[in-house]
């Protein structure tokens, strides 16, 4: 029961965080299109990615100069204190709101909201409560479970326990591991726990969201362009936006038991399904699954003309982040922002876009070259003064 | 991805890498038709969406000379499949079996069609828990023998940071547990002596005493005793825990270690080592 209790407590403060965090980027973007000055899902997956850049700036100095975790800890936990508070003063009444709005939306579909919440919470229980056997843990729960132990950030080896005279640049900046840590210490709540089965949980429901706001705004578009009712003309088949308002609103929980369904049977060991579904923990499953599938949730609105002029500016900040979480996000997002937004640019004729499309790919491609230069031999960080 | 080089393979490393990330999935597939059905029937807005993105991926992501070309700035032998990760298999395909349902009119008829649509996941797919599911035992989701060897050990030495080799699986696990738990063998001396036997040089090898003790131990290639006494005696290892089933117990206790103590599935060993070397955390204070 006290691990329950714990998961849930920790699962529950961490979305607290995640959406003080994101109110502060996305006030008033849902007020044009639904109504609601604090889009309460979107904030919550964009104060993820956010909560990771603050964490990181804050975080790399102290590393770098190899000073205590337990000195990190005494940094940061005032911080996300001030920002949470802040946060509630200036968004508290738009949360409401928005709380409201989803308080009409279950009485109003209260079957949908079940179907949706159904495979939600099957695989909630799936990641939290079987046992998986992974290769990579050995490295990421043990930093964090080695951090908390010595008191230190990175420099102690998690494999074996040994102490590293350089610091290993492919996971310097991925700084996840150490925001883990920080938690750890702070709470005394067991690495294994708050890694496999807290953040597991937490990856999983934000996972969720982003699949939920797909199929929503495949189905519901929050462009009042693409709303229910409109119905494109040439569409052969029956556009499903032209349907009922019932059959749009039974597309979205369909739609997600199907992604569900997607989940569990698209398995090999390289599928992010997979490392969806055994790995969650892990850096790469979050970028894989999460920050893959938000860029191109914001690719969609931006294709809509929906989500107004901080476009950009989120989607700065999945990238940042999503480098900060895993160093498998410096190749993957700026293939990814390539591939969507580059024609969407084309085709739009919108050359002002470039500069954000810029930025975005930046931080990626900044790591990688920082790790080549670090593999060629041009640089090592020692842990200790030479 | 395991096995694959991509100077080796040349413009075949794409379609081989694609083959082992698919495996027996149809997902892939079903993607293709899936973007073919929104050529033809979707609206301006789907095709929006879907097709230029995939067509950017199968130039690029899906070109055989693409791994060819990045290789030769970065190793993307081990990590090339994860651009597949990029494809929205999750997004489009599930978005397209529910329109198909939703054009449908009609409760029976629709009912038919998910069920067919289900089980053309089923047949495109492989269940992830398709060898059942195995609940954790406790909260730390670890086997109750590495916690219970865990307090063993810890009980028996009077280090604060004991050093132990333990059999593969523990071995990867341990530290996620017990940072306090120092190990012989790191994860990749693990996994090469899993897949590669060991050489005389690497056996005579003093840098690396631990071959030994894997090449022996895991391999259950021939070792002499002194040189496996020496190998402990050198990596500093004070407890080893094999599995019951190895062979190689008997050679221990003959060796003059002793069995402190056997969980169900294993036994535990201590070794005293000549000249201890007590492990301890380095001190910064001095540095700030």
Redesign the interface.
């Known amino acids: 029961m006290a691990?329950i209790v714990i998961i849930a407590l920790g699962v529950l403060v961490n979305f607290i965080i995640y959406l003080s965090f994101g109110s502060l980027i996305t006030m008033g973007i849902g007020k044009k299109h639904r109504g609601s000055s604090c889009p309460i899902l979107l904030s919550s997956v964009i104060g993820f990615f956010l909560y990771y850049c603050v964490f990181f700036v804050v975080c790399v100095p102290p590393m770098k100069?190899?000073?205590?975790l337990s000195m990190l800890t005494k940094i940061w936990t005032p911080m996300v204190l001030v920002i949470v508070a802040a946060s509630l003063i200036m968004n508290g009444k738009a949360w409401v709101d928005g709380f409201r709005q989803w308080g009409e939306r279950i009485r109003n579909w209260p079957v949908f909201i079940l179907l949706i919440l159904l495979p939600v919470m099957i695989q909630v229980i799936?990641v939290s409560?079987?046992?998986?056997?992974t290769?990579d843990?050995?490295?990421y729960?043990?930093n964090v479970?080695?951090s908390?132990?010595?008191d230190?950030m990175n420099?102690?080896?998690?494999?074996?326990?040994?102490?590293q005279d350089h610091y290993e640049m492919r996971y310097f900046f991925a700084t996840y591991q150490m925001q883990d840590a920080v938690v750890c210490q702070l709470t005394g709540i067991?690495?294994?726990?708050w890694t496999?089965?807290v953040m597991a949980v937490t990856v999983i429901l934000l996972t969720n969201i982003v699949?939920y706001m797909?199929?929503r705004e495949?189905?519901i578009?929050a462009s009042p362009a693409?709303g229910p009712g409109y119905e494109?003309a040439?569409?052969?088949?029956?556009?499903?936006?032209a349907?009922t308002v019932r059959?749009n609103e039974?597309?979205i929980p369909?739609?997600?038991i199907?992604?569900f369904?997607?989940?569990?049977?698209?398995?090999?060991i390289?599928?992010?399904?997979?490392f969806l579904?055994?790995r969650t923990y892990e850096g790469?499953a979050i970028v894989?699954n999460l920050a893959?599938?938000t860029v191109?949730y914001l690719?969609?609105r931006m294709?809509?003309g929906s989500i107004g002029k901080k476009a950009w500016l989120i989607t700065f900040i999945v990238c940042f982040g999503a480098a900060t979480i895993s160093s498998?996000a410096n190749?993957?997002l700026p293939?990814?922002l390539?591939?969507?937004f580059?024609?969407?640019l084309i085709?739009k004729k919108r050359p002002g876009m470039l500069p954000g499309y810029i930025a975005c790919v930046i931080p990626g491609i900044v790591f990688?070259l920082v790790f080549?230069l670090y593999v060629k031999g041009y640089f090592v960080w020692y842990t200790?003064?030479k | 991805?395991q096995g694959l080089n991509v100077t080796e393979k040349g413009l075949g490393y794409l379609w081989a890498c694609l083959t082992?990330?698919?495996?027996?999935?149809a997902?892939l597939m079903l993607y293709v038709a899936a973007l073919l059905y929104i050529c033809v029937?979707?609206?301006?807005?789907?095709k929006?969406?879907f097709i230029?993105?995939s067509?950017?991926?199968i130039l690029?992501?899906y070109n055989p000379v693409a791994p060819v070309i990045l290789n030769r700035?970065?190793d993307v032998n081990s990590?090339y499949?994860?651009?597949?990760?990029?494809t929205?298999?999750?997004?489009l395909?599930?978005?397209l079996?529910?329109?198909l349902?939703?054009?449908v009119r009609g409760g029976r008829e629709r009912s038919v069609i998910?069920v067919l649509?289900?089980c053309i996941?089923?047949v495109?797919?492989?269940?992830?828990?398709r060898n059942g599911?195995?609940?954790?035992?406790n909260?730390?989701?670890?086997?109750d023998e590495l916690i219970q060897i865990s307090a063993i050990i810890h009980e028996d030495s009077e280090a604060e940071?004991p050093k132990a080799f333990l059999e593969y699986?523990y071995?990867?696990?341990m530290?996620?547990?017990?940072?306090?738990?120092?190990?012989?063998?790191?994860?990749?001396d693990y996994?090469n002596a899993v897949s590669t036997p060991y050489t005389e040089d690497m056996l005579e090898d003093e840098a690396h005493p631990q071959y030994r003790l894997l090449a022996f131990l895991v391999r259950l290639q021939p070792v002499d005793r002194e040189d496996f006494l020496d190998a402990l005696e050198s990596s500093k290892t004070d407890y080893i825990v094999i599995n019951k089933n190895n062979p190689r117990d008997t050679f221990l206790l003959s060796a003059g270690l002793k069995k402190i103590a056997e969980t169900e599935h294993h036994n535990v060993f201590r070794y005293e080592v000549k000249e201890p070397y007590d492990?301890e955390?380095?001190d910064?204070s001095v540095?700030?």
């Open positions: 691990y100069y190899y000073r205590p799936l409560c079987t046992y998986n056997f290769l843990a050995a490295y729960v043990a479970a080695t908390v132990e010595t230190m420099v102690y080896d998690p494999f074996t326990g040994a102490w067991p690495a294994l726990i496999k089965s699949y797909i199929a495949m189905f578009p693409f494109e040439g569409s052969k088949s029956g556009n499903s936006c349907g059959n039974l597309a369909v739609m997600m199907f992604m369904v997607v989940n569990l049977t698209f398995i090999t390289y599928t992010s399904s997979l579904m055994t790469k894989g893959v599938i191109f690719f969609i294709n809509d498998s190749m993957l293939v990814e390539t591939a969507l580059i024609p969407m085709r990688s080549v200790f003064p | 991805m082992s990330y698919t495996g027996a999935c997902y029937f979707g609206s301006r807005r789907e929006e969406i230029p993105c067509v950017f991926l690029t992501v700035f970065f990590e499949y994860r651009f597949f990760w990029i929205p298999v999750v997004v395909v599930p978005y079996f529910t329109r349902i939703l054009t998910t649509i289900l996941c089923l495109s797919g492989n269940f992830v828990y599911i195995q609940p954790a035992t909260i730390y989701k670890m086997p940071y699986e071995n990867m696990q530290r996620q547990y017990d940072p306090k738990m120092q190990l012989t063998v790191d994860r990749e996994l492990f955390l380095v910064y540095v700030y």
